[in-house]
């Protein structure tokens, strides 16, 4: 079964207001998480690295007010994207690294479809 | 930097096909290498993986042979089935945890009966 887990699966929302994807660890704690954005017919662009109890470290080019993460507790990331505007559609997909899995491999969530009017 | 290069899809075989789907890499260090699986209308999942050179990395009958000499970990299946039709993405961590991945753009895979 899944072990990271995201909400909501598909939102729209009207130009100009602010969406949160939420991202959870199901059965494991997770210190790290990714934030991945991924274009149609495109590659998983990496956005952002979420790291529990401290800020998130932006890729380069990422806007860092617009894409506000938060990794509040060692099972939950969230990403607000403030503002949306249309070119902000996309589908987003967050991941986490497990404990002890020290090969690099990571669980994705099912991913978020925002779709800005 | 790292980077990953995929072979231009889509791909559409008949059932029972053989599949290779291309993938190259270049990193700075000795990465783990990776193929995730995107089934329609669901998440990226791990198919298989490799950690060093000359590893081989097999899962549902999919093999991939990390080779270090031509930097590559091509997939391949010796008969496909219409349930692997998806989009089938190459990927590589430099090595360590918590290593972010960097993935190829990804290639769609379909499988008529």
């Known amino acids: 079964g899944a072990v990271v887990s995201q909400h909501p699966s598909r939102v729209i929302c009207k130009s100009g207001t602010s969406v949160k994807i939420e991202c959870r660890s199901l059965?494991?704690?997770?210190?790290?998480m990714f934030w991945y954005r991924q274009f149609p017919k495109q590659s998983l662009m990496l956005m952002a690295t979420?790291?529990?109890?401290?800020?998130?470290?932006?890729e380069q080019g990422v806007e860092k007010d617009k894409f506000l993460i938060n990794h509040a507790s060692l099972t939950l990331s969230t990403l607000t994207v403030t503002s949306a505007h249309p070119e902000d559609s996309s589908f987003y997909i967050c991941?986490?690294?497990?404990?002890?899995?020290?090969?690099?491999?990571?669980?994705f969530g099912e991913g978020s479809r925002l779709t800005v009017l | 930097g790292d980077s990953v290069t995929q072979m231009e899809g889509p791909v559409t075989l008949s059932e029972e096909a053989f599949l290779t789907i291309n993938c190259t890499y270049t990193?700075?260090?000795?990465?783990?290498l990776f193929w995730y699986v995107q089934y329609p209308g669901e998440g990226l999942q791990l198919l298989l993986k490799?950690?060093?050179?000359?590893d081989k990395g097999s899962n549902k009958g999919f093999e991939a042979t990390y080779r270090k000499e031509t930097t590559s970990f091509h997939l391949e299946k010796g008969s496909v089935q219409v349930s692997d039709s998806a989009v089938y993405f190459c990927?590589?961590?430099?090595?360590?945890?918590?290593?972010?991945?960097?993935f190829g753009k990804g290639i769609t895979l379909s499988v008529r009966p």
């Open positions: 991941s986490a690294s497990r404990p002890g899995w020290n090969t690099g491999e990571l669980f």
């Open positions: 059965d494991f704690q997770a210190t790290t």
């Open positions: 979420s790291n529990e109890g401290s800020k998130a470290t932006y």
């Open positions: 990193a700075t260090g000795y990465p783990s």
């Open positions: 490799a950690t060093k050179a000359d």
């Open positions: 990927a590589l961590s430099e090595s360590g945890a918590n290593s972010k991945l960097t």
